[in-house]
């Protein structure tokens, strides 16, 4: 019998070029979601429909031991060869996208072809690090289920997913969620003033100071709600925040950047300087709207809203995840400077 490191040096390049799409299905699943939690529904503009283990949502795995998913779609490109493989989250911010496959477990990968009608049934060994068998990827940084750190820079679940082999195009997936998945922190809001005079009409808010070093870490608290493509990203389909003031919708301009994994030779314009093997972490940035002629004088309580593309529940309402801050309005004297 083969081992794993012999396989994965004779594993065909066309498997390998498939499973460079799974970073860009993902990416292009989670645009797809809007406000939603994360589902397995078609990669646009796959109109494919697929079940893992008989869910459209998401499979439940085990820590320990191999977990058969069987993969059922219709809608699917007729008579294709297509890959179904088991990747780590860390493959939908790989920078270059181009090493995505370097993220996925290519031994438990299945090449299959579907029907003449567009149909596939298939049944794959989705695994967790550490079990018998292991989830076992050429990144050694790509465990399942991934890692508190990976987690709370949004990366929550690994994903099954179906990938056209000739055009290394991903068509859908779906969500692996283990039974000790681990919950990603909440995130965190700094305001610039924190104190506001009558002539004020806007404040910068950013993550507060130190809540997501890069890279990120077990204790870091990002922004974590569509970290695969960032918020707010018209051309993925999620839309921006929802700021209030003392429960009262303001404006603003507020974005959550996508996290990065940056290897070696990463494009990406947050991997310059950085070591190979870094994972940068969301971002919030932006402006809020808090003229003072809108409320009285003493402390209120601003709240930052972005929409969940993850499986995880939100922490906020309807699903969303949420951050608040405290401003004051106060006289414009020299007490608004303190």
Known sequence: ??????????????????AGALGLGLSLLA??????????????????????????????ASNTAGTPVTVSCTGLPSNTQLLVAQTSPLAGVISPSTSAAREADLTTAKAVTSSASGTLTATITVTATGGTPGFSAIDKKAVCPPTQAQVNAGLTNCVVTVANLATTTGLNFGNVVYGTQPSPRAPTLKLKPRRIDVDRKLVTASDAAGACPTPVTATSSCWWGAALTGAPNAAAGVPGFTVTID????????????????????TATACAGLRAGTLVGPHLSGTIHVSPRMFRRGTHTVVALE???TPDPGNGPSNTVAASATIVRCRGDNRCQR
């Open 1 to 18: 019998m083969l081992d794993r490191s012999h396989f994965r040096r004779h594993v065909p390049r066309r498997i390998y070029a498939a």
């Open 31 to 60: 645009g797809a979601l809007g406000a939603t939690p994360a589902s397995a529904i078609p990669i646009p503009p796959s109109t494919s429909s697929c079940t893992y283990n008989g869910s459209p949502v998401a499979v439940a």
């Open 247 to 266: 429960g009262t919708p303001v404006t603003n301009t507020l974005a959550a950047s996508p996290a990065v994994y940056c290897i070696k030779g990463a």
């Open 307 to 309: 929409p969940n593309t």
